[in-house]
């Protein structure tokens, strides 16, 4: 439904660009999905009518990404920030995409870990 979809065209501008020199290029539409479940219900629509799918974190990225250059549905994965899991003893941590890195270290805070930026394995 509405709040969870948007065709309006400075939600889609905003989500048609990165930090990138990347010129702004739009998707046809941006959704929120919520669960797991959601992205694959999406994914599969999207799939069989061969529409571009295009998944969005925070829109920080230095390579142009989000950048919707064939149109398609823009899969903002923001409200999908749970943080699952966290084992002190592996050093792990079990996230939902939408987790920044700035909402971890607050999770980790007292525990004597911090996740740094730039740290491969994030996503």
Same mark, same amino acid.
């Given at each position: 439904?509405?709040?969870?979809?948007?065709?309006?065209?400075?939600?889609?501008?905003?989500?048609?660009?990165?930090?990138?020199?990347?010129?702004?290029?739009?998707?046809?539409?941006?959704?929120?999905?919520?669960?797991?479940?959601?992205?694959?219900?999406?994914?599969?629509?999207?799939?069989?009518?061969?529409?571009?799918?295009?998944?969005?974190?925070? $829109? *920080? =990225? &230095?390579?142009?990404? #989000?950048?919707? +250059?064939?149109? %398609?549905?823009?899969?903002?994965?923001?409200?999908?920030?749970?943080?699952?899991?966290?084992?002190?003893?592996?050093?792990?941590?079990?996230?939902?995409?939408?987790?920044?890195?700035?909402?971890?270290?607050?999770?980790?805070? $007292? *525990? =004597? &870990?911090?996740?740094? #930026?730039?740290? +491969?394995?994030? %996503?």
């Amino acid at each position: 439904g509405a709040p969870n979809v948007s065709t309006a065209a400075a939600v889609r501008e905003q989500h048609g660009h990165d930090e990138s020199m990347h010129p702004c290029a739009p998707p046809d539409v941006v959704v929120w999905p919520q669960a797991v479940g959601q992205v694959q219900e999406l994914a599969a629509l999207c799939h069989r009518c061969r529409v571009p799918m295009v998944p969005f974190g925070t $829109g *920080t =990225g &230095l390579e142009g990404g #989000v950048n919707a +250059v064939q149109g %398609g549905v823009c899969f903002d994965l923001s409200r999908m920030a749970a943080i699952a899991e966290l084992s002190l003893e592996d050093f792990s941590v079990t996230v939902e995409p939408g987790v920044t890195h700035k909402a971890l270290n607050k999770h980790l805070r $007292g *525990t =004597g &870990l911090w996740f740094p #930026v730039g740290t +491969v394995g994030m %996503g």
